[in-house]
């Protein structure tokens, strides 16, 4: 194999270890190491988040399993972030404090990073190093160059890593736009120049890899989005990912074109573009309207940047459909403009918000209606301009699910990349030296965010939450005497259980009925046993109940004696 590092020695193994993202969207996770078994330096390339659903009940966030790299924390040099989107960057405040390393990104990442610190009051000074897109610097064996890309929020790059055997080239996220509409075009000099040098591995983004069609540019969708906004009697929101400073750039420029002045709606819409400003983003772009401005501005003269694309409950949008909000509403005639794509999973929150505005006479545009959205990562047409520029010997598709992974390898291996791997979290992958292959499995499972705590579903009571929600819980006391009888009615306490059966009888009395029943039966040397009383107990209600219910509540039953 090629080795870009001529002159250096290729010393041990580098090897390539995904422990989140790969299998699945969100919640990326990379991890390089190279040298031997008992001497071995580790990089980590981002640290991200997944957002639980319906089906983990109170849990908030889904982080990276990182035991392994507890293990090895003394090895690790670093850890470079390659954007500030949450799936990339959103775990580092709650993960780092168990490896304290330095960590690197670039101002903007910085910026939403220390935002974040804040306002989760984290006391952790993280000592953070910031760089630009063309930087270089060395991190152990790892020498890394950041190359601008372009993609749906400002300061994005991808890692050339040089190391002794060879130089891999991890994308991140990015696409090809030639006409971005902040921030410079993804460098295709640079790819090719390392591609001219030699690139041993191509670390890409697979989320697009199964969809065939042209892009258009960021330019574009500003166009359209100024053609509705012009067009419009009423007053006009958007709504898109806050991060997307681009895309709220292209709204506040064809509003101001069209006449109108822009009220941000939303705390992390408001953050993202101070960020945004201090950096010098938002260059030209007319000052923003403040909450206080609303009720004094023509609602023909006004356009809204809301947050809560993705249906979330507690976001600027959501609050709106509800009428919720005190001062800011919409209105019959109005237009919303979905300017992002559901992310899955996301589907029935952003449909029950949609219903609500549409049955107050608000006209609803998503891309399925106009082009107001294109994607921040790389169709197959964009895949092959990559592959081509930097001639990978192997390539390894990660960020995406079975099928995103599946369609980029067999879309690289129509494009006659040599070596193609496949490989899931937790899969130690050997790039050099000889044939890449699977040399190891570390855990690379997931733990969950609730509330303040991390734990897994068992610690965190999560799993005990799911059966809380399908079946309820059942308290049963009973007070005995000395002698194994019922001193007093038995108290019970049900949360989440019928009120009657189908014949209308009150659950309590059937159930009041049975534990008589129970414990009349037993004889009485046995009812001398707290212990056989209260299994005996616990079975017969909880068949009582799935008769009556076809479910089993948790039951917990407690015996006193007087």
């Known amino acids: 194999m090629k080795n870009s590092n001529k002159g250096k ?302 249906g979330e409950r507690r976001a600027a949008l959501a609050k709106i459909a509800r009428d919720e909000m005190r001062d800011i509403s919409l209105n019959a005639g109005d237009i919303l403009v979905y300017s992002s794509r559901t992310i899955p999973g996301n589907e029935r929150a952003v449909i029950d918000t949609q219903n609500l505005l549409i049955d107050r006479g608000i006209k609803i545009i998503t891309d399925h209606d106009a082009l107001v959205h294109v994607s921040g990562h790389p169709y197959q047409s964009q895949l092959r301009q990559i592959y081509d520029w930097v001639k990978p010997e192997i390539l390894v598709p990660v960020h995406g699910e079975a099928v995103h992974l599946a369609a980029q390898a067999e879309f690289a291996a129509r494009n006659g990349i040599e070596h193609v791997m496949e490989i899931r979290n937790g899969d130690m992958l050997r790039l050099a030296p000889g044939r890449p292959e699977i040399i190891d499995d570390v855990p690379a499972g997931r733990i969950y965010k609730d509330g303040n705590l991390l734990g897994d579903e068992n610690e965190l009571g999560i799993s005990v939450r799911r059966k809380l929600a399908y079946a309820g819980y059942l308290s049963v006391s009973l007070l005995l005497t000395k002698s194994g009888s019922l001193a007093d009615t038995p108290e019970i306490a049900a949360v989440g259980l019928p009120e009657t059966d189908n014949h209308g009888t009150i659950m309590e009395d059937r159930l009041l009925e049975v534990i008589e029943t129970v414990i009349d039966n037993l004889p009485l040397n046995r009812r001398r046993d707290p212990e056989i009383v209260r299994e005996a107990v616990y079975k017969t209600v909880r068949s009582a109940i799935y008769e009556i219910w076809g479910k089993k509540p948790l039951t917990n039953v407690f015996i006193h004696r007087c």
């Not at 403040?290 to 993705?310: C, K």
């Open 9 to 310: 020695r290729a010393e041990g193994e580098l090897l390539f270890l995904p422990l989140g993202g790969v299998g699945e969207i969100g919640m990326n996770l990379a991890v390089y190491g190279y040298g031997t078994a008992e001497d071995r330096e580790w990089l980590i390339v981002d640290m991200g988040v997944s957002f639980a659903g319906a089906d983990l009940p109170g849990a908030d966030l889904i982080l990276p399993d990182i035991r392994f790299l507890e293990n090895e924390r003394h090895n690790i040099r670093g850890l470079v972030l390659t954007h500030a989107h949450e799936d990339h960057f959103g775990a580092v405040l709650d993960l780092w404090p168990r490896l304290r390393m330095p960590v690197y990104c670039t101002a903007f990442t910085a910026g939403l990073l220390e935002v974040k610190r804040e306002t989760d009051f984290s006391t952790h000074e993280i000592p953070l190093h910031v760089f630009k897109a063309g930087d270089k610097f060395e991190l152990g064996s790892f020498a890394l160059e950041a190359i601008e890309v372009s993609h749906s929020i400002p300061d994005a790059v991808s890692l050339a890593l040089r190391t002794p055997p060879g130089t891999i080239i991890h994308t991140g996220d990015w696409k090809i736009d030639k006409e971005p509409s902040l921030g410079g075009k993804t460098n295709e000099a640079r790819f090719r120049a390392l591609g001219k040098a030699g690139v041993l591995a191509l670390i890409c983004d697979s989320t697009n890899a199964g969809v065939d069609m042209q892009a258009p540019s960021e330019t574009e969708i500003g166009h359209n989005l100024g053609k509705i906004i012009e067009e419009a009697k009423g007053c006009v929101a958007v709504t898109s990912f806050a991060s997307n400073v681009g895309r709220l750039k292209s709204v506040a420029m064809a509003a101001a074109k069209a006449g109108r002045y822009v009220l941000p709606v939303g705390r992390s819409m408001k953050r993202c573009l101070n960020i945004a400003a201090e950096l010098g983003y938002m260059e030209g772009v007319p000052p923003f309207l403040s909450e206080e401005d609303y009720a004094g501005t023509p609602r023909n003269r006004l356009v809204l940047l809301l947050t809560g694309s993705q």
